[in-house]
């Protein structure tokens, strides 16, 4: 088992590396001493059980949350030690479309992709109204910048919500579950529009998922974490042949016999 690229690929520039990270909350270790890397330019897909520590992972990135120990590396720059003010740079160099998504209810959609513009920048209003159109076109929901969130379907509120990730050109993406709760269909939709966004914008992109054809569509590496650590990192065609049992499991979908027998005890004594 291999935490890097196999051997015979060309070795790409990380612009984000993490270096041995820890992070606790309380008796919980969310990340064990996790060393990653995501090469520029290129679509990484984190996969893993729920409460692994994907998202704390993320978090890490954008210094939302400190580690215990460790560095976490933005090109040259020690995130970890960077102060709050500081952070603001590299929050507008990095978007991040949280896992809950929320755009803020009592905002058109307009206003909520304009949003991050107006904290961020000094462009004008009708350089702002542009942008905002721009970004309703590139995530297909055109014309649709007068309307309130709660008008829209689910899947309509991840598109907007995406542009307004990306509405200051990051130059990396974080995608917390982005087709969580959505259909095939629409998940395939995000998926294209991942894909899309990658072409058009040039990013890098990393995207934490437990939809497995999504996974496969978008990935150009992946990575698999368990407790807190790295299972497996590598090309796609590599998690395909393997036979790890947590892996394949988690492929397959199907839970360890340890994982029924808590089902199990959750429903003696309940009348079904
Ligand atoms: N702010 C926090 N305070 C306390 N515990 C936390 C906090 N954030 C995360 N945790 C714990 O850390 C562990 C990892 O959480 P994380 O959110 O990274 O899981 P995840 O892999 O993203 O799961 P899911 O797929 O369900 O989103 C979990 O046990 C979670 O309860
Ligand atoms: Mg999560």
Known sequence: MSERTP????P??????LESVSKSFGSIQALDDISLEFPTGRTTVVLGPSGCGKSVMLKHIIGLLRPDRGKV???SQRVDQLREHELVDIRRRVGFLFQQGALFDSMTVG???AFPLREHTSIS???RFKRVDRMLELVGVPGTAHRMPAELSGGQRKRIALARSIVLEPEVILYDEPTTGLDPIRSDVIAQLILRLQDTLSLTSI??????QTAFKIADTMVMMNN???LMSGAPELFEASDDEVIRRFLDGQASPEELGELTDSFQGTDL
């Not at 790409?12 to 590396?17: Q, Y």
């Not at 995207?207 to 497995?212: G, K, P, R, S």
């Open 7 to 10: 051997s015979g690929s060309t």
């Open 12 to 17: 790409e520039t990380p612009i984000i590396r």
């Open 73 to 75: 590396w933005f090109q």
């Open 111 to 113: 206003q909520n992709i």
């Open 125 to 127: 209003r009708p350089d």
């Open 207 to 212: 995207v934490v998922t437990h939809d497995i």
């Open 228 to 230: 807190g650590r790295i």
